[in-house]
């Protein structure tokens, strides 16, 4: 195995690089090398991976911690496990993965002395959405209403009493830090009373109380590309929570539910359909009308079809996420069997019974044939 190049090389930032550059040099790396934009390039393909394994433990407080103190062996980062499929275009996999360092974020906690006066990235938000299972099948807009954190209008994100100022913090004199302990284990941990911004507020404003944030309706209209799964998330950049001190706005997740269809089921871009069909339309032959997602479309099943028999009717599937492609409906075939039958119909069931002659059932004529000298 090549050795691994140093995560901060990777993303060609410096060691003390802050969670925003990080987050920029990622967004431009991944762009430059994604590989759609170089397809059959099997080393854009590897340095998009190492990218998204640089940015998974840089772009995470604790990993990163760790990394800087252990290198690769530090966090337990599972090399290029965990992180499928992510694309800057929208569309990440089914997991994402990192949602512990975006709550870590929310409270505030399990980050340590992490920089707090520099530009901090927004929050990045996750927003889960239901929808038809046609509109996964052909795309959709749509339009939907979400809260964030957004400054506050009052004090302008100061949480300050509208009038008064903010004051330097008595605990760590506006470093943000404090240091405990002595000798050779002395810890700097983000003060408490300020929890490392540096500043408290004395009189809070009442619109706020104090937290400088408010709770905001908003409302995005979302492209939803056609051939999208259940699972699945897209990426709405930027319209996450703002960032504080110039910082980037995070991203918004929104992850895709897909209602399930009374008839249809999905395996990728293929289509299942069971279909009931009489004995008669299968051992006659018969022409059916067979649903699809947009129209029913003419089929003709042959004569002696059997139960399960499955037929395909290519390209109408679902359509290729990302692609041009679509993929085929496949139809079982469920041979129904009639039951409360009139007289009039058992009558002519008997005489088709006492017609046959023994070939037109293999199955059955083959099934008597092994019997044929078992109890002698
Ligand atoms: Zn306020
Ligand atoms: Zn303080």
């Keep these: 195995m090549a050795k691994k190049r140093d995560y901060y090389e990777v993303l060609g930032v410096p060691r003390d690089a802050s969670e925003a550059d990080i987050k920029r040099a990622y967004r431009q790396k991944a762009k430059e090398c994604h590989p759609d934009l170089h397809p059959n390039d099997k080393s854009a393909e ?12 840089l772009s995470d407080a604790d990993k990163r911690a760790r990394y800087d103190q252990f290198g690769f062996d530090g966090p337990a980062m599972g090399g290029s496990g965990g992180f499928g499929g992510f694309d800057f275009s929208g569309f990440g996999g089914a997991g994402m993965g990192s949602f512990d360092s975006i709550f870590d974020q929310l409270f505030g906690g399990a980050m340590g002395g992490q920089r707090r006066q520099g530009p901090q990235p927004g929050n990045d938000l996750r927003f889960d959405m239901n929808i038809s299972f046609e509109e996964a099948a052909f795309g959709a807009e749509k339009s939907f209403d979400f809260f964030r954190n957004e400054s506050c209008d009052s004090c302008d994100g100061s949480g300050a009493k509208p009038g008064t100022q903010p004051q330097t913090c008595p605990t760590c004199k506006g470093s943000g830090q404090v240091r405990a302990g ?47 799964d259940n699972g699945q998330t897209i990426i709405m950049n930027g319209q996450g929570e703002p960032g504080t001190r110039g910082g980037p706005n995070g991203d918004l997740y929104i992850r895709v539910g897909v209602k399930p ?27 059916v009308d067979i649903p699809t997602l947009k129209s029913p479309v003419k089929y003709h099943i042959p004569e002696g079809t059997q139960n399960d028999d499955l037929f395909r009717l290519k390209g109408y599937g679902i359509q290729q996420l990302q692609g041009s492609g679509k993929g085929d409906l496949v139809v079982r075939v469920r041979v129904e069997v009639p039951r409360k039958l009139s007289e009039k119909q058992k009558e002519l069931l008997r005489q088709l019974e006492d017609s046959t002659t023994g070939k037109e059932y293999e199955g059955r004529k083959s099934f008597m044939e092994k019997l044929k000298g078992m109890f002698n």
């Design 182 to 228: 002595g000798g050779f284990m002395v810890t700097v941990r983000t003060c408490p009373t300020c929890r490392g911004e540096g500043k408290i507020v004395k009189e809070k404003c009442p619109a706020c109380s104090g937290s400088g944030h408010m709770r905001k309706k908003r409302t995005a209209t979302v492209k939803i590309p056609a051939g999208i």
């Design 46 to 57: 590897e340095r998009f991976k190492e990218i998204n394994e640089a940015n998974e433990v």
């Design 261 to 287: 269809h009374k008839l249809f089921k999905r395996e990728g871009t293929t289509l299942r359909l069971d279909m009931p069909i009489s004995i008669t339309q299968a051992a006659l032959g018969a022409d």
